[in-house]
C-alpha cells in the first residue's frame, strides 16, 4: 500500500508564497518521479511540474519563474514552491508519484487526495 500524503495549501493574498510538501510512504522500491498537478473548478487536471529522480525539472509555462520543484529522496518527499501567487493559481493541487511498489513491478502513479489553494484578496 502506497499513500501519498499533502499539506500545505490554504488561502494567500495575490504575489504572496505557499509552500506545499508531498510525502510518499509504504511499499516503495524505488520513485522514477513525483510532481504535482492541479485543478480548478471547470477545466482539466494540468501539469505543473515534475521532478525525476535524477534531478531533473519539467515546468509548466505558466508557473515557470515562480513555483520552485525540489525533492528530498531521502524521505521520499517532494515540494512546490509557489512565489507570485496569482488567482488564476487557484486550484486544487495534486501530488503525483509514478513508482515501483516491489521490484519488478510497475511503474505505477499514484495520487494524494490533494490540497485545496486559493489566492484571493
Known amino acids: 500500500q502506497v499513500q501519498l500524503v499533502e499539506s500545505g495549501g490554504g488561502l494567500v493574498q495575490p504575489g504572496g508564497s505557499l509552500r506545499l510538501s508531498c510525502a510518499a510512504s509504504g511499499s516503495i522500491f524505488s520513485i522514477n518521479l513525483m510532481g504535482w498537478y492541479r485543478q480548478a473548478p471547470g477545466k482539466q487536471r494540468e501539469l505543473v511540474a515534475v521532478i525525476i529522480s535524477g534531478g531533473g525539472t519539467n515546468v509548466a509555462d505558466s508557473v515557470k519563474g515562480r513555483f520552485t520543484i525540489s525533492r528530498d529522496n531521502a524521505k521520499n518527499t517532494v515540494y512546490l514552491q509557489m512565489n507570485s501567487l496569482k488567482p488564476e493559481d487557484t486550484a486544487v493541487y495534486y501530488c503525483?508519484?509514478?513508482?515501483?511498489?516491489?521490484?519488478?513491478?510497475?511503474?505505477?502513479?499514484?495520487w494524494g487526495q490533494g490540497t485545496q489553494v486559493t489566492v484571493s484578496s
Open positions: 503525483n508519484a509514478r513508482l515501483r511498489p516491489y521490484i519488478g513491478s510497475g511503474p505505477y502513479d499514484y
